[in-house]
Each structure stands twice: as structure tokens, then as C-alpha cells.
């Protein structure tokens, strides 16, 4: 009888596989899968745990949005994927390759797998980013070099990368400064000739140059004006969409996730409190927290932002696993 | 004695900077703050709207003179004031909430101490004693709703939370009971849930103190909430100026139509934006600043700066379009329908409330 089921479920699984392009777009290819993921720091009153738990999965193509306030463990997400900091526990998979691995898992790794241990543990040690995912930063005054000229600030990157040749270097910075929408005559000049939204259009410049398949962009309007804000987020979504790129957004500004993003994860205290596509989120808040964020929103529509019935979040709902409520909208409840 | 608190008249600010360049920061604005109201100034930076409020307080930075115009308040002619006179108006008659609390309030004294000083810099007599300041400062944080004041007092300004912050930054402007504040991006630094509370507490500081204000912020959602009133500022001028719902349901200028039309709403991908770039002011353009960038744009807005047209008693816009030769503008047809929508939710929503008197109460 068991062996029966497990046959069966080989066949369904070998289905997909010959069908999954015609089957198509229920069943989106994971680029990469978050899981349980932990991280505390060390503070002046003990160790602060700042994330107790996250999982979720970014599918390829798509822009996927991390939302909520200050402390609410949103960059330290982005900077665990990104490398800049190992998870206390938990594994962070890009398609098929483990990325980052909590420290018990990396002990038993260490058993079983040694070959794998070592790879990853150098990995890790090195602080940098897995090569197909690349960071965009908050301000980008203070990610870019003062004294390093745009040619050398972009080309860096593909140097990094292990190319050497000059030309090559000098014509992928051509390409990727132009894709950002930069004229060439930029080229040897240096940050303090930019204005922030130019500034940031570099720092973009920097991050796709290496063809990445996943975008972490920290913030990267809040320390911009409102219109050239626009104008930045704009250039993301195209960048994405054209290249086929993910993108994980984070920022707090729900009004702009909800515009750009396939999908929405609400944080709050370490934890995901609610995950669906941003519509429905947007729709059908359904914990607390989210629905307290989304009546804080003022509605730029003078009868109603003058009477809106704002909710105030009292706390709680915050024990329990992610349930999902309907197809793909997960809330954080009891039981 | 008038019904405006502040009159502003055809002010002028600009900035001396390096290698005799100069920038005309405000160019000729006239705008009234009525007694009891809320004016909304909205602009995208650099429009000037925020030089505005330093001038009124006469704290510009040395590098901006008035170079002509005239700011009223009670009547008073202030920009004629020396330091001394200004002394006398800034705190005691007008004062300012800043954006950022953690720049304006000292770090190495404790938050309540700042406030008891702020009593204390106002108390001209000298007649408030130690004890006394310390029990007004408590009186004025549980105003602005610090839990546990007590327990607050004595924390320096890096222990307490952004929204904290800004509270303790309310009540050292209130210490004084000025009747004029002027709150510069107040809530711009703040998360929402944080902000819609500090939205809350100046709802009600404005019922209870009657206070009048200028409220500076570029966020069209903020201005809903707040205003009575709505200037909108374009590159150090007023381009359009009238009652909160006159500018969100019959806004007239080609530029207000942009505004609206790009707060993000919705979902679809790309978001609106208002194509081109803010005007170089150092060089401001001749004519209305916003036809570069504006479809409506027509010859005589690259020659000559429009004047006010009076759309009612209370809506102004200064557009070319309204002279009684122009043909006839429309707003783009997105936004009506979009204004549309939300006036036939309001009407829904009244037909299924009755009158929202009782919520307003409720509220």
C-alpha cells in the first residue's frame, strides 16, 4: 500500500515536469525559498531577536513586496538573502542551492555532508552576495564611492565577477548605464556631480550589470523626492519586467507596494503576519495588524480621510503558524 | 480685529549662494491663514513651500533675505520686526513643529526638562517657579499623550520612539500656547500607523486650543485628512489656492490635475508620474513655470505670467485657461472619472448613514 502511494506520487510528479509548461501558470518555478528563518542580535540587555521565523517563497518573474515599520525585521530579511548577515537558524535557497543555513544546521551539515559544509561555509564567511542576486540600497549618497568615477563604481561589480577584460568591462557599463537611462557623457563623472535620483539610477546600474536573477531593493525611494521616487520605482518595474528579473521591494510605503507588487508580506515583530497577492491583500485585510496598517493609510479624498474609522492594533495574533484563508492569501492565526 | 491670523503679501525670498548665483526660492506669494484653520501649503520640494514657513517665523538661514513683500500677523507687520520683537512672536504667538524631532531636540537634556525650558524661555516675568514648570511640562506631555509622563521626564530624546519624539516636539511648541503653528512635514519621518496617531493628536490640539495652522507636507492623503484650506505651490508660486474639497473634487490647474492623478492608487504596474523635471530657480522660467511640462500649455504661458482668476468666492488659479479667451480645458478624463467615483462613494455612503453628524461626533 505505501509503496503503491509513493509511486503514484512519482507519476504526478513526473507529469508536471513534462506538462509544467503548458500547465503553466499555477505552478511558477521558486527562485527562492525563505524557510523559517531566525536572527537575533546581540543588545545591551540580552540578545534582541529580530526575526523569529519567516518563510516564504519568491517565485521567478515576479516583484515581491516586504512591508511594514520601523524594527519590523524587514532588512534584516533582505540582508540575510543577501548575505550581509548569516540567520541564527534556518536555510535560505536560491533554485536548487542552499545560501545560507542557521548555525545548528550548518553543525549537522558538518556530519553528513563535509564537502557541502565547507562550500558553504566559505560562502557565508565571505559576505557576499550569491552572484544572481544583487542589492539596491536606501541611500544612495552613502552606497556609492565619493572616489570612484561611474565607470569604475559600475564596472567594479563585473570585476568582482571575475571579468578582467576592459573593453568588456567599459561596454557592459555603456549598456547598463544606458538601460538605466543615464547618457554615456556620464561616465567620468563621479557622485557628487548626481542628483539623488540620478544617484540611484547608478546604484541600479550597478546592481543589474552582473544579469542578476533576483533584486533586493532596501527602501530605495525613501530618502528621494516623491516624483523622481516615481520615476526610480518606474525604471525597477521595466528593468524586471524586460528582464525577466525578481524583485523583492521592501519599503513601508503600502501605497507603492500595492502599485508595483505581485505579491505582499506583511512584517511585524519579526514575524510574517499576512502574505497574499497585493489585490487581495489590499481587498480582504484579514489580521489585525495589516488591517490597523491599511486604515492608517490617509485617503487622499478629503470626506473620507476626515472620517475614516482608524483601527488600532492592540497586539496578539502574533502566536500560531501562517493559514491559508483562500488560494494564496496566508494569514498568521491560531490553530 | 480681522479674521486672518496671518496674511502673507506678495512675498519674495531668495538665496544668495556662491559666485553671485542666486536662487528665488519664493516669487510673489499672497495667501491668508483665517482664524481657527487649517491652511494646507503642498508642493513638491523645492517649491518653496517650506522657505514659506521659515520666513514667517523669521528663521531663514543667513544666506535668504525677504527681498520684498509683506507677512502679517494679528496685523502686525513681521517682517520689519528686529530680533528682539521676533523673540516676542516666535514661541508665545507662533510656533513650529519640525519634521525631524531627533535634529530639534537637545540629545544630552532630558525631554522634559526641554519642555520646562521652553515654559520657562516664555515666562517673561519670571513669576512660574522650578516646581510649577516641571508640573506644566507633565500637564502638556500627557496633552499629547505620553503614556507614564512621570516615568518620561527624565529619559533623554535617543529613549523614546520616533512617534515619541515628535509628541515631546508638539508640547515644547505648545508650551508657550502660541495661537499659530507651523508644521513642517511633521509626520514625513513617521511610520503610518505612527503617523495616523500624530495626524490624530493635531485634530485634536486644533479643537481643544483653537489653534490656526500652516500645515507643510507634500503628501495629498495627509492634506485630505487635515485642511480646511489648500494652496498649491509650484516653484515658489501659488498656482492654485481654495477649500480642501474645491482642489480635491474641481481642482483647475493643469498641475493640481497631475498631482492628483499621481498618488498611487490601485494596483497597474507603473506608476504615474509628472513627466520632466522641477524648474531650475535659479533661472525660473518666464511665464507659467509649469508649462514645460504641462499638455494644456499654450503660447501665452511661455510669455507672461498668469494672473489670479477667480473660479468662486474662495478658489483662485492662476492658469491661463480661465482668461475668457482661452478655449475651454478639460481635466484629463482618468481624473474625472476617478473624482467621479469618489463623489458617488460619498454620496453612497451619506444615503446609507444619513447625515454623518452622529460619526463626526462619534469620531
Redesign the interface.
Known amino acids: 500500500m505505501a509503496k503503491y502511494k509513493r509511486n503514484k506520487t512519482i507519476t504526478i510528479y513526473i507529469y508536471r515536469e513534462l506538462w509544467g509548461d503548458i500547465v503553466g501558470e499555477n505552478e511558477r518555478e521558486v527562485l527562492l525559498d525563505v524557510s523559517d528563518l531566525r536572527k537575533s542580535f546581540k543588545g545591551s540587555s540580552g540578545r534582541v531577536e529580530a526575526l523569529s521565523g519567516v518563510s516564504f517563497k519568491v517565485f521567478s518573474r515576479e516583484i515581491f513586496g516586504i512591508v511594514g515599520?520601523?524594527g519590523s525585521g524587514k532588512t534584516t530579511v533582505g540582508r540575510i538573502i543577501s548575505g550581509l548577515y548569516s540567520p541564527s537558524s534556518g536555510s535560505v535557497r536560491l533554485g536548487n542551492e542552499v545560501i545560507a543555513l542557521g548555525e545548528d544546521e550548518l553543525g549537522k551539515m558538518k556530519r553528513s555532508a563535509p564537502t557541502e559544509y565547507k562550500r558553504l561555509r566559505r560562502v557565508m564567511r565571505s559576505g557576499r552576495a550569491h552572484p544572481e542576486i544583487r542589492m539596491v540600497f536606501q541611500d544612495p549618497t552613502a552606497s556609492l564611492n565619493p572616489r570612484m568615477n561611474v565607470l569604475e563604481q559600475v564596472g567594479e561589480a563585473l570585476l568582482a565577477t571575475g571579468v578582467r577584460d576592459k573593453a568588456e568591462i567599459g561596454e557592459g557599463v555603456r549598456r547598463a548605464i544606458a538601460d538605466v537611462g543615464l547618457p554615456p557623457s556620464c561616465l567620468y563623472r563621479y557622485p557628487h556631480e548626481f542628483s539623488g535620483g540620478q544617484r540611484q539610477r547608478i546604484g541600479i546600474a550597478r546592481a543589474i550589470i552582473t544579469k542578476p536573477r533576483l533584486l533586493i531593493a532596501d527602501e530605495p525611494v525613501s530618502a528621494l523626492?516623491?516624483?523622481v521616487g516615481?520615476?526610480v520605482?518606474?525604471l525597477i518595474?521595466?528593468l524586471a519586467?524586460e528582464r525577466g528579473m525578481s524583485v523583492i521591494f521592501i519599503a513601508?510605503d503600502?501605497?507603492?507596494v500595492?502599485?508595483?507588487c505581485d505579491r505582499v508580506a506583511v512584517m511585524y515583530k519579526g514575524r510574517i503576519v499576512e502574505l497574499a497577492e497585493?489585490?487581495e491583500l489590499?481587498r480582504h485585510p484579514t489580521h489585525p495588524y495589516t488591517v490597523?496598517?491599511l486604515?492608517?493609510?490617509?485617503?487622499?479624498?478629503?470626506?473620507?480621510?476626515?472620517?475614516?474609522?482608524?483601527r488600532v492594533?492592540e497586539g496578539g495574533g502574533l502566536e500560531g503558524e501562517l493559514c491559508e484563508v483562500s488560494s494564496g492569501h496566508l494569514v498568521l492565526m491560531d490553530g | 480685529m480681522s479674521d486672518n491670523i496671518l496674511e502673507i503679501r506678495d512675498l519674495h525670498v531668495s538665496f544668495d549662494m556662491r559666485h553671485g548665483e542666486r536662487i528665488y526660492a519664493v516669487r510673489g506669494i499672497d495667501l491668508e491663514v483665517k482664524r481657527g484653520e487649517v491652511l494646507a501649503l503642498v508642493g513638491?520640494?523645492g517649491s518653496g513651500k517650506s522657505v514659506t514657513g521659515k520666513a514667517v517665523l523669521g528663521i531663514l538661514p543667513p544666506s535668504a533675505s525677504i527681498t520684498s513683500g509683506s507677512i502679517k500677523y494679528n496685523g502686525e507687520e513681521l517682517t520689519e520686526l528686529k530680533c528682539d520683537g521676533y523673540n516676542r512672536i516666535r514661541g508665545s504667538e507662533i510656533s513650529m513643529v519640525p519634521q525631524d524631532p531627533f535634529l530639534s531636540l537637545d540629545p544630552i537634556a532630558p525631554v522634559g526638562a526641554q519642555i520646562a525650558e521652553s515654559i520657562r524661555k516664555h515666562d517673561t516675568g519670571g513669576r512660574i517657579g522650578r516646581e510649577e514648570r516641571r508640573r506644566g511640562a507633565l500637564e502638556l506631555m500627557r496633552e499629547v499623550g505620553i503614556a507614564a509622563a512621570e516615568e518620561r521626564y527624565g529619559d533623554h530624546p535617543f529613549r523614546l520612539s520616533?512617534g515619541q519624539r515628535q509628541r515631546i516636539a508638539i508640547a515644547a511648541a505648545l508650551a508657550p500656547s502660541p495661537r499659530l503653528l507651523i508644521c513642517d512635514e511633521p509626520t514625513t519621518a513617521l511610520?503610518?500607523?505612527?503617523?495616523?496617531q500624530i495626524?490624530?493628536l493635531f485634530e485634536r490640539l486644533k479643537r481643544q486650543r483653537a489653534l490656526s495652522m500652516l500645515f507643510i507636507t507634500?503628501?495629498?492623503?495627509?492634506?485630505?485628512?487635515m485642511?480646511d484650506r489648500v494652496a498649491v505651490m509650484y516653484a515658489g508660486r501659488i498656482v492654485e489656492i481654495g477649500e480642501?474639497?474645491e482642489i480635491?473634487y474641481e481642482p483647475r490647474h493643469p498641475y493640481t490635475w497631475s498631482l492628483?492623478s499621481?498618488?498611487?492608487?490601485?494596483?497597474?504596474?507603473?506608476?504615474?508620474?509628472?513627466p520632466g523635471y522641477?524648474p531650475d530657480m535659479r533661472d525660473p522660467p518666464i511665464g507659467d513655470a509649469f508649462a514645460p511640462r504641462s499638455e494644456w500649455a499654450m503660447r501665452i504661458d511661455h510669455l507672461a505670467h498668469p494672473p489670479f482668476f477667480d473660479i468662486s468666492p474662495t478658489h483662485r488659479v492662476a492658469s491661463w485657461l480661465y482668461h475668457k479667451n482661452a478655449p475651454r480645458a478639460e481635466m484629463p478624463s482618468e481624473l474625472r472619472e476617478l473624482i467621479a467615483a469618489?463623489l458617488e462613494?460619498?454620496r453612497r455612503?451619506l444615503m446609507e448613514n444619513g447625515s454623518?453628524k452622529e460619526?463626526?461626533e462619534e469620531?
Open positions: 515599520e520601523s523626492d516623491v516624483s516615481a520615476q520605482i518606474n518595474y521595466d519586467r513601508h503600502l501605497s507603492l500595492r502599485h508595483v497585493s489585490e489590499f490597523a496598517l486604515s492608517a493609510i490617509p485617503e487622499p479624498d478629503p470626506f473620507f480621510a476626515k472620517r475614516a474609522v482608524r492594533y | 513638491e520640494s520616533g511610520d503610518v500607523t505612527i503617523e495616523a495626524l490624530g507634500h503628501d495629498l492623503g495627509v492634506v485630505a485628512r485642511a480642501v474639497d480635491f492628483l499621481s498618488v498611487p492608487s490601485g494596483s497597474g504596474g507603473r506608476l504615474r508620474i509628472i522641477v469618489r462613494e460619498r455612503f454623518d460619526r463626526c469620531g
